[in-house]
């Protein structure tokens, strides 16, 4: 079974910084494009960054500069490192897989979700 297990969440105060990670399992990792989305209360779900299995990072503008992927192929995690954090960074943050099966079918994944709060 897939699993996507993301972690690290948490408060922090503006200009802090967390470090989320994403355990992933069923999948292979080393094929699989990996990307961090947010979604905050009433509003859409949004790119944060991607990182393709080949090393090409996609990242938003809203957070780069400050925010940065990268994935640890052996250990199939992927993390994303948040620095100078925003209040408008609040949200659940969900890492998601996208890897197409051997039929050429694309498949996406996406985890629970961790709690990012960025407040006074």
């Known amino acids: 079974q897939v699993q996507l297990v993301e972690s690290g969440g948490g408060l922090v105060q503006p200009g802090g910084s967390l470090r989320l990670s994403c355990a992933a399992s069923?999948?292979?990792?080393?094929?699989?494009?990996m990307g961090w989305h947010r979604q905050a209360p009433g509003k859409q779900r949004e790119l944060v960054a991607s990182m393709t299995n080949n090393g090409n990072i996609n990242t938003a503008d809203s957070v780069k500069g400050r925010f940065t992927i990268s994935r640890d192929n052996e250990g199939n995690t992927v993390y994303l490192q948040m620095n100078s954090l925003k209040p408008e960074d609040t949200a659940v943050y969900y890492c998601?897989?996208?890897?197409?099966?051997?039929?050429?079918?694309?498949?996406?994944?996406w985890g629970q979700g961790t709690q990012v709060t960025v407040s006074s």
């Open positions: 069923g999948i292979n990792f080393g094929a699989a494009m």
């Open positions: 998601n897989a996208v890897l197409f099966r051997w039929s050429g079918v694309r498949r996406e994944y």
